[in-house]
């Protein structure tokens, strides 16, 4: 019930820090909107959904991450 909403948000959380990753990397690439040196924020971009998803990787599962599981098996 609460654990599994937590997971739930966590892992749409960690979505979203993937989401702003990808922004971030057309930002830069497609619209030269962020000059310099950028890797430092795509590093921190990949590390914090990393450490998210893996800290709602251990049972019992949530609901969307068994569905989101359920979609690759």
């Known amino acids: 019930m609460i654990q599994n909403q937590l997971r739930d948000d966590i892992t ?7 989401a702003a990753l990808i922004k971030i990397f057309i930002e830069c690439r497609v619209y ?7 890797l430092g924020i795509q590093l ?15 049972p019992p ?6 569905a ?6």
């Open 12 to 18: 749409l959380w960690a979505l979203f820090y993937v």
């Open 32 to 38: 030269k909107i962020i000059q310099g040196n950028y």
């Open 44 to 58: 921190w971009h990949l590390l914090v959904p990393g450490v998210l998803l893996a800290s709602v990787a251990a």
């Open 61 to 66: 599962l949530g609901p969307l991450l068994t």
């Open 68 to 73: 989101i599981r359920g979609l690759y098996s």
